[in-house]
């Protein structure tokens, strides 16, 4: 009786520090997303050539190389994305390169990444904003 109280609060122990990690991972992502700022991207204003950008948004990293031709979005290569489950959200590089602009809307399920992944191509065609 005395061994099933011990492993009992030591089940709990261990799911309280489970816990506690995930909110402080939680925390930390919150914070680095928080950073992430877009700025407006006027694509008449972005010069043909290619640009390669990165973003970290905490525990998801990511690389992108945007192609520009004649003011429009021609392609974009994911060359990182260190995610944990945020695979769908590359399916968002489609949307951008057919509505021509970074702005796209977040997929479901995987936020973080398609935050980062949005900010990298921001970062990255606001290389080639001319005055």
Known sequence: MKALRIAGVVLVALVCLIGLGFLTMSKQQQDALAKLQDVPV??????DG????????????VEVQVTVRDHAIEDIRLLEHQNGLGKPAE???SEMI?????????????????????????RALGQGITP
């Open 50 to 61: 290619v640009y390669t950008a990165q973003s970290d948004g905490g525990m998801v990293k």
């Open 91 to 93: 399916a968002m590089l």
């Open 42 to 47: 006027d694509m008449a204003r972005v010069a």
């Open 98 to 122: 057919r509505l021509n602009t970074d702005q796209v809307d977040a997929v479901a399920g995987a936020t973080a990444s398609s935050l980062t992944i949005r900010n990298a191509v921001n």
